[in-house]
Structures are given as C-alpha cells and as structure tokens.
C-alpha cells in the first residue's frame, strides 16, 4: 500500500507569510507525529496526534506553529508569519500507535524563508 | 532536546567491511529505535528493540541494548555501496509515544 505522502515537496516563501504543510498518513494509522529537521537542532519532535485523544503539542516551538488532524487522517501543520529560523525539513510519520510499533515516515517537505 | 549522542558522528569504510555506530541516551525508555535516512529522503525504520530485550538481529544488522549503561550499538555487516547514508537512534519513553532522536552517523561505504 502506499506509504506517507508529504505536500509540498519544497516550499519557498516569503519571511512574515504563512505555510501550510500537509500529511497524509497510512491508511488505519492511528498515530501521527510531526517532527522538523535542521542542520542546528538535528530531529525534533513537534507535536503528535494519537486517536480522538487530546493532541500532544509539547514540541511545538512557539505559538506561531499549530497543527490540525482532521478525521483522524489528514494533518496539516501551519506555521504563521514565518521566521527564518523556521526553514527546515519537516517529516510527518505515522504509526499504528499500538504497542511498540515502528514509525514510518514520509520524504519531508524542505520549507525555506527568504 | 536530543535524548541522546551517536557515536562516531562520521564513518568511512570499505564495501565488505563491518560497521558499528553507537548511541547513548539519559533516561528511562520503553523501546529504542533505529532508522535510516538516505539523503534528501525520509527515515527507514530498521529495528525495533524493547528494554527487555538485549539483541536484536535483521538480515546483516545487529542491534544490542545495555539499559544499565543506557547504550544500544548498531552494527552492519559486510557492508555495500548502497548501506551509505545517515543512521539514527531514537528512543520511546513508553510505546506508541514520539521519539527523540540522536545526532545521527553519517555511514560512507567506498565500493
């Protein structure tokens, strides 16, 4: 079956512009995390959606990020008026979010900010 | 914040050689993770390990886990061109929870 997809591949915008990153899990996946990649932080942990539960959003770096899941597949992480120190690539990963389950991850959407 | 350092940060060897990186973590974790990530691409999950368990083996990798020294070690074995990329560890404080990852191995294998 197919595996995560990530949209868009590749973002490029404008410092103080909002983006949209979109998600789309496996298919039965319960769990979904986001996570962010730089060359200064390594891989961060961002915020994680498990079920109908309560979103855990500790690693969400500040309170321009937020992220949404709708009917417990599609997730779309939103990062409004965007900073340069948020170019990164961010991966979402999915997983069955039982017991102890690997995650799989999609190719990332590499955001840069002019 | 990283959970842990991999150790070495870089490693070049020949094709048929055997490779070994390690990971050290600082807290208590239900399991320990390992993925690889081929540039520009996303992470490839290895191998699963569960603080119970001490060796773990999938086809020419071997993973082993020391909870009293808070360490796992990967090793592959007569290692190909195509083993090069970055390798991570990554650890679950219980199951089905976020990971935190490691600072990575970068692996070069020269045909």
């Known amino acids: 079956g197919a595996g995560v997809s990530q949209s868009p591949s590749n973002k490029v915008t404008e410092k103080g512009k909002d983006v949209e990153l979109r998600c789309d899990p496996i298919?039965?996946?319960?769990?979904l995390y986001w996570y962010r990649q730089s060359l200064g932080q390594g891989l961060e942990f961002l915020i994680y959606f498990q079920g109908n539960s309560a979103p855990d959003k500790s690693g969400l770096p500040s309170d321009r990020f937020s992220a949404e899941r709708t009917g417990g597949s599609v997730s779309t992480l939103t990062i409004q008026r965007t900073q340069q120190e948020d170019s990164a690539v961010y991966l979402c990963?999915?997983?069955?979010?039982?017991?102890?389950?690997?995650?799989?991850f999609g190719d990332g959407t590499r955001l840069s900010i002019l | 914040s990283q959970q842990g350092e991999e150790d070495p940060q870089a490693l070049s060897i020949q094709e048929g050689e055997n490779a070994t990186m390690n990971c050290s973590y600082k807290?208590?974790?239900?399991?320990l993770q390992w993925y690889r990530q081929n540039s520009g691409r996303g992470l490839v999950h290895l191998i699963l390990i569960r603080s119970n368990e001490r060796e773990k083996h999938s086809g020419r990798l071997r993973v082993t886990l020391d909870t009293s020294k808070k360490s796992s070690s990967l090793l592959i074995t007569a290692s190909r061109a195509a083993d090069t990329a970055s390798y991570f560890c990554?650890?679950?404080?219980?199951?089905?929870?976020?990971?935190?990852f490691g600072g990575g191995t970068r692996l070069m294998v020269k045909p």
């Open positions: 990554a650890t679950a404080l219980w199951a089905g929870n976020m990971l935190t």
């Open positions: 298919s039965g996946h319960t769990a």
């Open positions: 807290t208590s974790i239900n399991n």
């Open positions: 990963a999915s997983s069955l979010g039982q017991g102890n389950q690997p995650q799989h």
